[in-house]
């Protein structure tokens, strides 16, 4: 059964202070690794695909890596707007797709 | 590009009663998701349809909820009875088929069950 364990389930930051959110992953087959936004309200938002160990995608202020275990999502000197829920979800054979618990963060100015 | 569309936005039913939400996915989109999320947590796969065809509704109830995609397009998913922890978010999303394509979500229905 695939799993998936987003950490930490929360995180608060002050505007500016780099950090790192993970995603440690045991799937068969992995296809992609996924990260979403999410804000109160909203349906999850795309940010990146991850296919294989060793890649790397980046995007304004954050910048998504995978292992062959795990994924991080490393925020670069985040502003309040950066407040979101992140989810990380894996993809396997048959495009299903299985969420983390996500993890919460709250960015003070 | 229209992205997924979901209706209602929001939905009180009482215990027992029956409740439907609808999904329109992004036009072309050959995989179509119907997820739950429980406030505070993350999106739980209640079903994947590949065109009409049900690929995966493992962790579906089935003795509630039901779901149809009639024509590969559209959706619809049933809630007979409700009960109150089926309180949550349903969110209903869509991918293109093939290779590693990301889903892509519509705002989700907020169900209340009291």
């Known amino acids: 059964e695939d799993q998936v364990t987003q950490s930490p389930e929360a995180l608060r930051l002050q505007e500016g202070e780099s950090s790192s959110l993970n995603c440690s992953y045991t799937v068969s087959g992995l296809r992609g690794l996924f990260w979403y936004r999410q804000d109160p309200g909203k349906g999850p938002e795309f940010l990146f695909t991850l296919y294989s160990a060793g890649e790397e995608k980046e995007k304004e202020r954050l910048k998504a890596t995978l292992t062959k275990k795990e994924s991080f999502l490393h925020i670069t000197a985040p502003k309040p707007e950066d407040s979101a829920t992140y989810l990380c979800?894996?993809?396997?054979?048959?495009?299903?797709?299985?969420f983390g618990g996500g993890t919460r963060l709250m960015v003070k100015p | 590009e229209a992205g997924v569309a979901q209706s209602p936005r929001y939905k009180i039913i009482e215990k027992r009663q029956s409740v439907a939400f609808w999904c329109n996915p992004i036009?072309?989109?050959?995989?179509l998701y119907w997820y739950q999320q429980i406030l505070g947590q993350g999106p739980k796969l209640l079903i994947q349809?590949?065109?009409?065809?049900?690929?995966?509704d493992s962790q579906l109830p089935k003795d509630r909820f039901s779901a149809e995609r009639l024509k590969g397009v559209d959706s619809t998913l049933k809630i007979q009875p409700a009960k109150l922890e089926d309180s949550a978010v349903y969110l209903c999303?869509?991918?293109?088929?093939?290779?590693?394509?990301?889903?892509?979500f519509g705002q989700g229905t907020r169900l209340t069950v009291v």
């Open positions: 999303a869509s991918s293109s088929y093939g290779g590693r394509a990301e889903a892509f």
């Open positions: 349809f590949q065109n009409n065809g049900v690929v995966d």
């Open positions: 979800a894996v993809q396997a054979a048959g495009n299903m797709l299985t």
């Open positions: 036009s072309g989109h050959a995989t």
